[in-house]
């Protein structure tokens, strides 16, 4: 069974600085999204990441994916307010069905 | 761009009682997919349906749940008698094979 962990599940972060966001899976998987949700929303697509070693960019969030090590990374550089989000990563299996993480509560301070 | 629609947004029904969630998928999409959030708790896998036959469903997914694509079009769930642990918000998603686009959510809440 495809297990997806990802840490931490809390962060608060003040405006301005760099952190990153991990997401380690158990088995081989060709896909790894990474979503964004705000309070009562949807889920709203940032990142689909195919291979490894590939690394997507979008304003000032960044994901990478690391296929042996079975690991993604999303890296938000400067945050600001807006940020403010539930993040999950999801990765999909032979079956092409997302298991999703834990999702990681996401504050910015001013 | 087109987008994955759900209706309702809101559904209140009371325990036993029968509800059918609605989806309608980008139409050039031929994946199909129910996955339901627990308030606070992260997404879970309910069903995936593929050319018309469920291709993969989770333990959650025991008798009470039900899905068809009655018409070509829609998508739908159907919960026959409804339980005060079904109260979540329930996402259908579509995919043409390369990517799962999630539709708004229908908030289902069990009184």
């Known amino acids: 069974e495809l297990k997806v962990e990802q840490n931490p599940l809390f962060l608060s972060m003040q405006e301005g600085k760099n952190y990153t966001i991990y997401c380690n899976y158990s088995?081989?998987?060709?896909?790894l999204y990474w979503y964004r949700q705000d309070p009562g929303k949807s889920l709203e697509s940032l990142f689909v990441?195919?291979?490894?070693?590939a690394v997507k960019q979008e304003g000032r969030l960044m994901a990478s994916l690391d296929t042996k090590a079975r690991l993604s990374t999303l890296h938000i550089t400067a945050a600001v307010h807006d940020l403010s989000a539930t993040y999950f990563c999801?990765?999909?299996?032979?079956?092409?069905?997302?298991?999703f993480g834990t999702g990681t509560r996401l504050t910015i301070i001013p | 761009e087109p987008e994955v629609t759900q209706t309702p947004s809101h559904q209140v029904t009371q325990m036993g009682q029968e509800v059918i969630l609605r989806c309608v998928p980008i139409?050039?999409?031929?994946?199909f997919y129910w996955y339901r959030q627990i308030l606070g708790q992260k997404v879970e896998f309910l069903v995936s349906?593929?050319?018309?036959?469920?291709?993969?469903k989770s333990e959650i997914f025991d008798d009470q749940f039900s899905v068809e694509r009655p018409d070509g079009s829609n998508f739908t769930l159907k919960i026959r008698s409804t339980k005060l642990e079904d109260s979540a918000m329930y996402f259908c998603?579509?995919?043409?094979?390369?990517?799962?686009?999630f539709g708004p959510g229908t908030r289902l809440t069990v009184t």
């Open positions: 088995t081989t998987s060709d896909r």
């Open positions: 999801a990765v999909e299996d032979e079956y092409e069905k997302l298991t």
């Open positions: 990441l195919l291979s490894n070693g």
């Open positions: 349906f593929y050319n018309n036959e469920i291709s993969e």
């Open positions: 998603a579509s995919d043409r094979g390369y990517e799962q686009y």
């Open positions: 139409s050039n999409h031929l994946y």
